[in-house]
């Protein structure tokens, strides 16, 4: 199908659709997007079974990293599936920014209908998508973001700086129950330069730094498990006897610092030597959270496939969009220690969030 939109459509469409968000009254809950979406979905894919046309996507995917990664990658083919009328060219760009660039630019070689993009990293994207944009071709952003450009119709992700707050105000909170005073903290961040990392790292810091915690050592760990065992068994050497906490920007960097503090014989998660905070809230996580090896982990929602493909529905319905849509994600913790939290969140706002209690991980995971 090549229903391009012409670039001065496109750029009206943009328009239309910042003036649609902006603050936190345009967000969407996971139960109501999706429903949505699924909604559009049915009826676009009867509507292009009967025209025999499909809607070609291209999807730069930032790479295998982790578990977090392969639901993405899932959700999104799952989404853009011939069945439901369309034709996806995925790249695995191996969490490397100039492939991922070049990937688009082959994209828009291939004349694509829509492009979707995970950054990598958030900056460096103003050239190539003022390509997309000659080209008339429309751009969806999901997970992570882009900071330096607005030459994108939509985007579809996490509030990451949320994750952070919350993880540090839980550590606060938790503390104070469990009447631990000396919090000695060390950070295995995810990607460099990735917004992910970037709003993990911000949200949890603002926490720290009101309370006056020390954070030895933060390092990147690259949001792989390989990555996060290599950080944690030089940390273990470096500061040997003299951390409580550690904080993995994910489950599978979590699960390689795991490894490296087994080795290193320090133990970690419910009433140990260590205090394990994750992200992500993979299966595999939950189960080490419903096991009291990690004591909480903060939701990251990859499954954005459907919300991804009901947007460009209604782009080929000539509808407006809104410019931005956030996950709901809950905070899964190992004790019944606490019930919620409450933080001033990224967009100002004092909000009070329920924890969960991991009790039976396989039901309680989705991906
Ligand atoms: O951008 C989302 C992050 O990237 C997830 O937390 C992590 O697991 C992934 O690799």
Redesign the pocket.
Known sequence: MKKRLVAGMLVSLMAASMVACGSSSDTATTDTAADAGADTQTEAAEDTAASGDLITVGFAQ?GH?????TASTNSVQAAFSEENGYDLQFVDCDNDSAKQIEAVRQFIQDDVDYIVI?PIVSTGWDTVLTECEDAGIPVIVI??TIDDSDKYVSWVGSEFMNEGLAAGTWLKDYAAAKGITDLNILVIE?SNG?S?QIGRTDGFKKIADAEGWTILDSQDGD?TQDGGQQVMESYCKSYEGQFNVVVC????EAFGAMDAMKAAGVSYGVDKDVILIS??ACKAGLEYVQSGDINADFM?YPLQGEYCAAIVQQLEAGETVAKQTFMTEPWYVAEDILESITYTNNAGEEVTEELVVVTDAASQASY
Do not use: P, T
Not at 249 to 252: I, K, S, V, Y
């Open positions: 930032v990293e982790s578990d977090w990664r995970d997970d992570r995810g990735s992910a949001f920007q994910n489950d599978n992200f992500d990251c």
